[in-house]
């Protein structure tokens, strides 16, 4: 399985940007997908997953109503819409993918992962 995340740039405060994530070398529908986010000296966190179907999804508090999940398994593709971009959400961004039907908040659970896109948001 390769994932390679794309979409990352800067943009201000207030505003939007998508980010992209494709998954290849494996059916795409098997597996569910998320997008952590990491910052220097942070761990990595758990920013959104979508299960494999794509009827379930969960957001991060910090990020709910602002960001959304989706995917279209046509094109092996992963997608986070980014609305209303603070500061505090600069970070390097994955994609992650697991086997299982549902997504998991933690990263230890995921073995396949993206090299990551940066995300910086100006004040």
């Known amino acids: 399985v390769q994932l390679q995340a794309s979409g990352g740039g800067l943009v201000q405060a207030g505003g939007s940007l998508r980010v992209s994530c494709v998954l290849s070398?494996?059916?795409?529908?098997?597996?569910?997908m998320a997008w952590f986010r990491q910052t220097p000296g942070k761990e990595r966190e758990f920013v959104s997953g979508?299960?494999?179907?794509?009827?379930?999804?969960a957001y991060a508090d910090s990020v709910k109503g602002r960001f959304s999940i989706s995917r279209d398994n046509t094109k092996n593709t992963v997608y986070l819409q980014m609305n209303s971009l603070k500061p505090e959400d600069t970070g390097v961004y994955y994609c992650?993918?697991?086997?299982?039907?549902?997504?998991?908040?933690?990263?230890?659970?995921?073995?396949?992962w993206g090299q990551g896109t940066q995300v910086t948001v100006s004040s």
């Open positions: 070398g494996r059916t795409f529908s098997s597996y569910s």
């Open positions: 992650a993918a697991s086997g299982s039907a549902y997504y998991y908040q933690t990263p230890s659970r995921y073995n396949h």
């Open positions: 979508i299960t494999r179907s794509g009827d379930g999804s």
